[in-house]
């Protein structure tokens, strides 16, 4: 038994097809450009908003932000809104209909806080994770993506 | 510290200088032939030859398939015969032989345990051995001589926002190919940049990508610069294939050079 696979041009990348080392290419959604510059902008000039405060992100606590975005399927959720906070930490929020995911990283952790909202605005999952859990963020995403069965 | 040193073996049009970085931005480097697809393969066979590779590489990782499918647009996936890249990886998965029915790739990659960089002769000599360790097994289960198709070389380098770079505006301090526009300009700072080159040559081609993306083990925004070079060998012997591999090299070296700006291979010279 055979089949025939078409194959979008568009969507091979030859050059990559030997690489070993992981790399997430900024340009899986068109959001994802976006983001990175306003994550960019943040890092470089946050701060003093008049009656906010200092809303100037470290870089470290940037890069945390990156990898979370390594993590989440781009082309799978709409567009996440950055959040940052007085004292440099940020939230990203994703969205999916009535549900929301919200995932913080505070400076000078190297873990971050999560929460899972339900259509009611219950919270359904809520922890902190270690920047490698990787895995168990992977199964918080794929929730939320999951509509709940009623 | 690591240190490249590579001598171009041909004149070229920025004379005989020598590439010498000490902090060359390469993470990783792949060389290897692609070839027909063999009579008589199977996984099972594959499975048996990590014996033959397992002294020297321990450990395996499953990789996915890789899909020639340039031209044309479709290839056949034979359900009989399932295809699959297999990676037989040192103890320090630094240095890992790719295999999957029609390839058979070398690569080198930094690891924050091992970051020092291997020349190219270093990796060209494991590739070496590890072909005759593939060749010498298709002899011993009385398969066909691989019948080499192309040779290729690719170089994969990460450079590191806040450290080769702080913004798209910058890209023509390291590159020089791109200008971009003006922060004056209508059209303000920009978001992103990219491009892929793909120069055809007398003997293959040399495909020269700069892609930015974020690089997962520490979330840092990189540029990946990657440069591959592929050659068609005359014949499938030993001596032809790693000719046309050092063409590879060559070719590759050449495109970095002439992609960098001077300001860019200065600062990799530097001792940090």
């Known amino acids: 038994m055979s089949a025939t696979i078409l194959v979008n041009p568009s969507t091979i990348d030859q050059a990559r097809w030997s690489q070993l080392v992981p790399f997430s290419p900024v340009d899986s959604a068109s959001w994802v450009p976006s983001l990175l510059w306003r994550l960019r902008s943040l890092e470089a000039s946050g701060r003093n908003i008049p009656g906010v405060g200092d809303l100037t992100i470290a870089t470290a606590t940037a890069d945390r932000v990156r990898r979370l975005l390594t993590i989440i399927p781009p082309h799978l959720v709409p567009e996440p809104t950055l959040a940052p906070f007085s004292g440099g930490g940020i939230a990203l929020i994703l969205n999916i209909g009535d549900r929301e995911l919200t995932l913080t990283a505070y400076p000078d952790h190297n873990d971050f806080v999560f929460m899972t909202t339900n259509e009611n605005d219950e919270v359904v999952d809520e922890g902190i994770l270690a920047a490698d859990q990787t895995e168990r963020l992977s199964d918080v995403i794929t929730a939320l993506l999951t509509p709940q069965a009623r | ?272």
């Open chain 2, 1 to 272: 510290m690591s240190t490249t040193q590579e001598h171009p073996v041909s004149p070229h049009k920025q004379g005989q200088a020598n590439l010498q970085l000490e902090n060359p931005p390469v993470v990783e480097t792949s060389v290897g032939f692609h070839f027909a697809k063999l009579e008589g393969w199977h996984l099972l066979r594959q499975g048996l030859l990590w014996g033959k590779f397992r002294p020297e590489y321990p450990e395996l990782e499953i990789l996915p398939m890789i899909v020639q499918a340039a031209t044309p647009q479709t290839f056949q996936f034979d359900m009989n015969s399932p295809v699959m890249r297999t990676g037989f990886t040192d103890k320090s998965r630094t240095q890992l032989v790719q295999i999957q029915d029609g390839l058979l790739l070398h690569n080198w990659r930094k690891t924050n345990e091992s970051p020092q960089y291997k020349r190219y002769d270093a990796i060209r000599s494991r590739l070496r051995s590890d072909w005759a360790t593939f060749r010498a097994y298709l002899h011993e289960e009385s398969l066909k001589d691989p019948v080499v198709l192309r040779c290729e070389m690719s170089y994969f380098n990460h450079l590191v926002r806040n450290e080769d770079w702080k913004d798209f505006a910058d890209l023509s301090d390291t590159f020089t190919v791109w200008k971009g526009l003006p922060e004056s300009s209508s059209y303000g700072t920009a978001q992103v940049a990219a491009f892929n080159v793909m120069h055809q040559l007398d003997s293959g081609t040399v495909n020269v990508i700069a892609q930015p993306g974020i690089r997962p083990s520490d979330g840092k925004e990189v540029i990946q610069f990657s440069l591959t070079s592929s050659v068609k060998p005359k014949s499938s012997d030993d001596e032809e294939l790693f000719r046309c591999l050092d063409e590879c090299h060559e070719n590759a070296r050449r495109a970095f050079f002439d992609f960098t700006t001077d300001k860019a291979r200065n600062r990799w010279r530097e001792i940090r």
